[in-house]
């Protein structure tokens, strides 16, 4: 089976909680077990992980370069991490990012990404949606590719 990894960067394990008001009222574990299923029902199996530390996600990364393609949202180091951007580049896995709030239309620091121009694109501000709406995107990439 395909498998597709799925990435959430610091403080989205805090979901349901933390700022309901921009992020929502879904928690983590029900956004990884909907897009789960939807993977499924489509013949791919996903791989979720979840951390506050910069190092940890790109050891993930790295030691999971084997994956068909990866759904990460990087929360804050979105902004600024070029040491996770760097890691995408290098694996050469197809990567969405996604964002559960809109970050053009928020503040300043929010509206440049420099992970994006290593994905394939980028979904942002649909909620918890944003998340199926990066699978399909991966999945159409594949069907196109193949
Ligand atoms: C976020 C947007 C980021 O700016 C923020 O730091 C997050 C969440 C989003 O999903 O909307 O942690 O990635």
């Keep these: 089976m395909t498998e597709i990894l799925l990435v959430n960067g610091p403080n989205l394990n805090l979901l349901g909680v933390r700022e309901p008001e921009i992020y929502g009222s879904v928690t983590l574990e029900d956004i990884e077990k909907?897009?789960?299923?939807?993977?499924?029902?489509?013949?791919?199996?996903?791989k979720?992980?979840?951390?506050?530390?910069?190092?940890?996600?790109?050891?993930?990364?790295?030691?999971?370069?084997?994956?068909?393609?990866?759904?990460?949202?990087?929360?804050?180091?979105?902004?600024?991490?070029?040491?996770?951007?760097?890691?995408?580049?290098?694996?050469?896995?197809?990567a969405v990012e996604v964002h559960l709030s809109q970050i053009y239309s928020r503040e300043e620091f929010r509206q440049r990404s420099v992970i994006a121009p290593v994905?394939?694109?980028?979904?942002?501000?649909?909620?918890?949606?944003?998340?199926?709406?990066?699978?399909?995107?991966?999945?159409?990439?594949?069907t196109r590719r193949n």
């Design 34 to 46: 909907q897009v789960t299923l939807a993977a499924a029902k489509q013949g791919f199996s996903l």
């Design 48 to 94: 979720t992980f979840q951390s506050n530390s910069e190092g940890k996600i790109i050891d993930f990364l790295q030691e999971n370069a084997d994956a068909e393609g990866l759904i990460i949202n990087p929360g804050a180091y979105t902004h600024y991490s070029y040491a996770i951007r760097d890691c995408i580049a290098g694996l050469r896995i197809p």
């Design 119 to 142: 994905c394939i694109g980028q979904i942002s501000g649909f909620g918890d949606f944003s998340y199926l709406l990066g699978l399909q995107a991966l999945i159409d990439y594949f």
